[in-house]
């Protein structure tokens, strides 16, 4: 692995308008995960793409960054599915040409802590089932239809996926064998399915206990959405040996191999359409990138209400279906650095999920409702620990994340304020919640008191600051039943060379953008053109 400095972290081109090219096939608006694999995947294809991101560094939610000497992820704590060569790991392969390695983490890749019990969730379908058992004698029928529930909605996640590709008037040719494929469930909420199969209050809050990675607890959200997430790391959770930065810097350089770049600090303000076809973007500095076609990785939010001409949005019907879909929690999260390897302090490879009771949804509604009332989950993450890389990058030294909601409401008055110049009530605000939140960490994990050399607090402000959104969105729009199920909400869209991708399109998570960004590229160039790619990735 190569040393690491602060720049290495910063990775992408700076923009400058003489640092482009005099033309590209397409451009990329975003540098997260589904607008790179978008852009490699095109590349791939000959296509010369330009890639705006706005911020310093490229990866989106993907980035990493460094301050005091520590290194923190933002948005990636474990992936599933990468530990064989399944289709989740070779699209990686493939993209990051071999590059991109990954650690496992420990069998009992999540811990539920419920009230005063705890239960863990352990890599591998039998291990995973037997243990639930165990820990639930009584309920080994439930627990077996779950794990049957759970094998027959991710097979029909593909078709679902797949209907997304699809041309509006073959979205009705598909309709049938589409439903016909669908299982009951998987457009139903969680809970109500999940209390067909028992009544035990605490069985369903764990199988719920992952409900921080989907956004929405179980009374909200949709039983495809809780089926994916359990589903993806069934077989346990891995992480990107270097940090997660080095996932958009293995990817990268395909982009760049087919003459294409990505750029950073470079903001788009504009899409522009003329004579109702896209013509290009308008950059923040007011420079014109001229090219009639463009893909939004930005989200649904950013690109129908932020980028787009208001006109366009209106005449198209957009602005009639914007409200079908809302965004989802927004959140806090504690970056922590401590002086001693995670290992000395004994951090395990094991994310912990810590509930105050296993009535998930009372619990949020609570907190919305009355911010000291306890947090409805805290999620804590051990970066340093999964990484065997850490130590060569960071010596003598680790690093703990600790994730919570926080409605976007409780920060609204500051929106617009500069970073690190919000006043004193903020900061009071701020060092409230990371009090309380580094209290959990404490109550875990006793022995690491005296031991945290330096932590910092973020709130949903830093979120739209470092990835462009507008609500301090965890991942972009709320997982419902009815966002599930909008036809709208996949690559293709009214406007003439305007294309969509990222976690918007498919489902929240690096898997659920990367795949998005495959779909995108099918749609965009059809099954004939894609068909042998396919083949090399997939061989
Ligand atoms: C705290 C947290 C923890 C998470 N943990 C996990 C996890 O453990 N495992 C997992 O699989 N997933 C996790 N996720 C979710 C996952 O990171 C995201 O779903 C995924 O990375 C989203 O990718 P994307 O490409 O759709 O969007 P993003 O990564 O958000 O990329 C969008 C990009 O667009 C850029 N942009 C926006 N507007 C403009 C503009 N006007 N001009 C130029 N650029 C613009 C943004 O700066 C951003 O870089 C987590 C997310 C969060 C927030």
């Known amino acids: 692995m190569t040393a690491m400095t602060p720049s290495t972290l910063r990775i992408g081109y700076r923009y ?34 330009c890639v705006l991101e706005q911020h310093y560094t490229a990866g989106g939610y993907t980035h990493s960054y460094e301050r005091h000497g520590y290194e923190w992820d933002v948005g990636v704590h474990y992936i ?40 863990s969730a352990i890599a591998g379908k039998k291990a995973f089932r037997d243990n639930l058992v165990t820990s639930f004698p009584a309920e080994e029928k439930a627990i077996d239809a779950y794990m049957e529930l759970l094998a027959d909605v991710s097979g029909a996640l593909s078709v679902h996926s797949m209907g997304r590709v699809l041309k509006p008037w073959q979205q ?18 969680t809970y109500d399915v999940l209390s067909e199969l028992t009544d035990n209050q605490d069985l369903i809050a764990v199988l719920c206990g992952q409900w921080g990675d989907i956004g929405l607890p179980p009374k909200q959200s949709a039983f495809m959405m809780h089926a994916m997430i359990a589903r993806h790391y069934l077989y346990g959770g891995y992480y990107p040996i270097g940090g997660s930065w080095r996932i958009a810097d293995s990817i990268i350089p395909m982009i760049q191999k087919g003459g294409g770049e990505v750029f950073t600090y470079a903001r788009v303000k504009r899409i522009l359409v003329e004579n109702g076809k896209i013509a290009g973007v308008a950059m923040k500095d007011g420079h014109r990138i001229e090219c009639p076609c463009v893909i939004s990785s930005a989200g649904t939010d950013n690109t129908f209400n932020h980028l787009l001409p208001a006109d366009v949005v209106e005449k198209t019907g957009y602005r009639k279906l914007l409200p079908t ?19 000395q302090l004994g951090l395990p490879k094991t994310n912990f999920w810590i509930y105050p009771h296993n009535d998930f949804d009372a619990a949020v509604e609570q907190f919305v409702a009355d911010k000291d009332a306890p947090f409805p989950v805290v999620y804590i993450s051990f970066p340093s620990a999964k990484d065997p890389d850490y ?24 929106q617009g304020s500069t970073w690190g110049k919000r006043g004193e009530d903020y900061n009071e605000l701020k ?37 462009g959104y507008q609500r301090g969105e965890l991942y972009g729009l709320d997982h419902t039943t009815e966002r599930l199920q909008q036809k709208w909400l996949g690559p293709r869209t009214k406007i003439p060379g305007l294309w969509l991708t990222g976690q918007d399109v498919l489902t929240a998570g690096v898997t659920g953008a990367m795949m ?24």
């Open 16 to 49: 400058r308008p003489k640092r482009l090219a005099p033309q590209y096939d397409a451009i990329v608006i975003g540098s997260g995960m589904g607008g790179l694999t978008t852009a490699a995947l095109l590349s791939e294809l000959g296509w010369k793409v």
């Open 80 to 119: 599933g599915d990468v530990g064989k060569r399944t289709r989740t790991r070779r699209m990686f392969d493939f993209l990051s040409s071999g590059k991109l390695k990954w650690a496992p983490m420990d069998a009992e890749y999540d811990r539920f802590y419920i009230g005063d019990k705890v239960f």
């Open 172 to 189: 009705s040719v598909a309709a049938p064998f589409m439903k016909m494929r669908t299982p009951a469930s998987m457009y139903r909420n």
């Open 325 to 343: 879909v809302q965004p989802s929690f927004s959140y806090l999260c504690i970056y922590i650095g401590l002086k001693e390897t995670a290992q």
């Open 391 to 414: 130590e060569n990058r960071h010596p003598g030294t680790a690093t703990i994340e600790i994730v919570a909601p926080a409605p976007y409401k409780w920060f609204e008055e500051w």
């Open 431 to 467: 060092e409230n919640f990371g009090e309380r939140l580094m209290q959990h960490l404490y109550d875990k994990l006793p022995q690491l008191q005296g031991k945290v050399d330096y932590y910092e607090v973020s709130t949903p402000l830093s979120t739209d600051w470092f990835a």
């Open 516 to 539: 998005s960004g495959m779909l995108t590229t099918m749609a965009m160039v059809g099954m004939r053109k894609m068909t042998p790619l396919m083949k090399r990735i997939y061989a």
